[in-house]
C-alpha cells in the first residue's frame, strides 16, 4: 500500500510539470517558412548594345599666321547672319558615276577645322570652314601636290585672307577650303612624283567620270589607280562632296592659264565658269586640248549635278590670290541670288 501511494504521487507531480511547460515550447520551422529565408541568386545585368557612328574630327584650334602680306580687302556689302547649329555624320557612302538624289541636309555648322579622311601613309585630309549659310562651296588644292605645290599655298592665303576678313563670306553661303588633297605627295616637292599620292597613283585621274586604265599626261602614261575611287584621298572627298551637295566645287591647278568647266553626263558648268572667268579675268570657253584627260575631279562632279571648275592658275610659281578671290567673291554672289 505505501509503494502505491508513492508511485501515485509521482504521476501526479509528472502530470502538473507537463502543463506548466506547453505553453512555452516553440514550434519547429516549417518548410514553407524555410523557403521564404532563403535569398534570391543575383543575376547579372546584361551591358547595352552601343553603336558608334563616326563623325567629322575637330582639329585642334592654333593661331594661324601667315608669311605673306595679306591681299588687299575685297569688302562685302553685307553682314553674315547669326550662326546656326549644325552636325554632319560621315558615312561609307557608294560613290556613284551618275546623279543620285540625296536629301538634303539642314544648314549646321560644321568645326572651323576638321579632318575628314586619311591619305594612303595616313597623313590627315584636313579641311577649314568659313561662314556658316546653307550654300556650300569648296576650294580644293594640291591635287597634284608637291608638282603644283602653288595651288596648296593659294588655298591655304585664302583660308588666311577669310580669318582676317570673315564679312568677305556673304550670308547664306558657307567656304570649304582644303589646301591639300595630296599630302603624300607634297612632302616629294616641285617634281613629278610630287604629283602623285602614296601609291604613285594621279588623284585627277581616279574618278568615275570617263575613267580609263590608260590615262595620261603632258609627259606621258600616269597611274590612274586600279579603278574608279581606288584611293583613299578620292573616296574622301567624293564621300564628303556627296554628302554636303555643294553648290559649286572649283579645283585648283597650275599652270594652264585658264578655266574649264566640269562636263559629264549632260550637265555642264559652262555658266560658273563665265562667272568666275569674268570676275578673275582667266581665259575660259575652250576645252582642255593639249591632250586627253579621262577621270577628272572636275567631270564626276558634274556627274553628280553640282557645278565645277577647274582653276588652271597662270604659273607653276605664283599664287595669284587677288585675281581668286575676286573670283570667289562673284561665284559666292552668283549662289546667293
Not at 502505491?4 to 504521476?11: A, E, G, N, S, V
Not at 602653288?150 to 582676317?164: A, I, K, P, R, W
Not at 563670306?169 to 582644303?178: A, Q
Not at 585627277?204 to 609627259?219: G, I, L, M, T, Y
Amino acid at each position: 500500500m505505501r509503494y502505491i501511494t508513492i508511485i501515485i504521487t509521482l504521476l501526479s507531480i509528472l502530470a502538473i510539470g507537463a502543463c506548466s511547460n506547453s505553453a512555452d515550447l516553440t514550434p519547429l520551422p516549417t518548410l514553407a517558412r524555410l523557403a521564404t529565408s532563403v535569398q534570391p541568386v543575383a543575376t547579372a545585368a546584361v551591358p547595352p548594345t552601343v553603336t558608334f557612328i563616326p563623325t567629322f574630327t575637330p582639329m585642334p584650334s592654333a593661331t594661324e599666321t601667315s608669311t605673306n602680306q595679306p591681299a588687299a580687302h575685297i569688302p562685302a556689302t553685307t553682314t553674315p547672319p547669326p550662326t546656326s547649329t549644325l552636325r554632319i555624320i560621315a558615312t561609307d557612302t557608294v560613290l556613284a558615276s551618275t546623279p543620285t538624289p540625296v536629301p538634303s541636309i539642314t544648314p549646321t555648322l560644321l568645326p572651323d577645322a576638321f579632318v575628314f579622311g586619311q591619305s594612303v601613309e595616313g597623313q590627315a585630309l584636313r579641311a577649314f570652314r568659313h561662314g556658316n549659310g546653307p550654300n556650300f562651296i569648296f576650294l580644293v588644292g594640291g591635287i597634284h601636290a608637291g608638282f603644283e605645290a602653288n595651288t596648296v599655298e593659294l588655298v591655304e592665303e585664302m583660308h588666311n585672307y577669310y580669318l582676317q576678313y570673315p564679312e568677305d563670306v556673304l550670308p547664306h553661303m558657307t567656304l570649304i577650303l582644303i589646301p591639300s588633297l595630296n599630302p603624300d605627295g607634297l612632302r616629294h616637292g616641285r617634281v613629278i612624283r610630287g604629283r602623285f599620292n602614296g601609291n604613285e597613283v594621279d588623284l585627277n585621274r581616279n574618278w568615275s567620270c570617263d575613267w580609263s586604265a590608260d590615262a595620261v599626261n603632258s609627259q606621258g602614261s600616269v597611274n590612274p589607280g586600279t579603278g574608279p575611287f581606288s584611293e583613299p584621298e578620292t573616296i574622301a572627298l567624293g564621300g564628303l562632296i556627296q554628302q554636303i551637295r555643294p553648290k559649286a566645287v572649283l579645283f585648283y591647278h597650275a599652270a594652264a592659264n585658264g578655266l574649264f568647266a566640269g562636263d559629264c553626263d549632260g550637265f555642264s558648268s559652262d555658266e560658273l565658269a563665265a562667272i568666275y572667268g569674268d570676275a578673275s579675268a582667266y581665259p575660259y570657253g575652250e576645252a582642255f586640248g593639249e591632250y586627253e584627260v579621262t577621270g577628272t575631279g572636275p567631270e564626276w562632279v558634274a556627274s553628280q549635278g553640282i557645278q565645277s571648275l577647274d582653276v588652271e592658275l597662270a604659273t607653276s610659281s605664283g599664287i595669284e590670290l587677288e585675281r581668286n578671290l575676286r573670283g570667289v567673291m562673284a561665284v559666292q554672289a552668283w549662289l546667293s541670288d
